[in-house]
């Protein structure tokens, strides 16, 4: 498989089986930088474009017909967020809020920097607690009634905020801000380098942060590239239909 470097990032993470893990590799941001080209992208990242395409095109070539990503209806895809990567990050908050308050009290006289990655940490933390609440209480309901009056042939009820692409556009904008917040915190924590004097809980939050920070990637980049034009789509030509 030839792959051009002028294709998007996005189009790459969708079309190629595990191509979000090559890019998480080299450092490319997949999901809310998913709209520039690979070349722009290898730019950004300072990594060689030829590098990045051979190991593209080899995963392309050893990869199996079927997707590695929630295939079919949306109301699927919207399930699988939910319980995979909203559960995951749930849970995830708890965990380092008390990992992160020890480890402070513990280690913060001599490593400020922990100090910051903390209050980066909390605010990351409320902000994703409620948009996982929006998009779980009124953007999934939404998307999955319009796909359910699509396929039952129904009138698509008018949405309160006027189209998807509203409710689309705060959710990505707030993707952003939470992509940025994990930079902030991977760039003060020098890519989570554990100093010679760290305890085992500095390790482990060292461990689970850039965990947290992966799995939110291929959240995003599930909803920004994949749920999220799906949607928009379905809703243009459902109305398109109706009139």
Known sequence: MNISSAKTVRELAVEIPNATRILEKFGIDYCCGGRRSLEEACGAARVPVEEVVKALETAASASTTQSVLPS????????????????FTQEEILR??????????????????????????????????????????VLFPYIVGVEKAVVQNGPVLPAPFGTVQNPVRMMMQEH?????????????????????????????????LPSLEADLHQHIHL????????????????VAAAH
């Open 223 to 238: 909803e920004n590239n994949i749920l999220f034009p799906r949607a928009i789509e379905m809703e243009e030509s459902a």
């Open 176 to 208: 952003d801000g939470a992509a940025e917040a994990l930079r902030e915190i991977r760039e003060a924590s020098h890519d989570f380098t554990v100093p010679k004097d760290g305890c085992i809980s500095y390790q482990s939050l060292y461990q689970a």
């Open 72 to 87: 079919g209806s949306l109301a699927e895809l919207i399930d699988h967020i939910v319980k995979t990567h909203h559960k």
């Open 96 to 137: 380092l809020k008390a990992l992160l308050e020890k480890v402070c009290s513990v280690h913060g006289p001599n490593h400020p920097e922990l100090l910051t990655i903390r209050d980066t940490f909390l605010g990351l933390a409320q902000e994703l607690t409620l948009h996982m609440m929006k998009e779980e209480n």
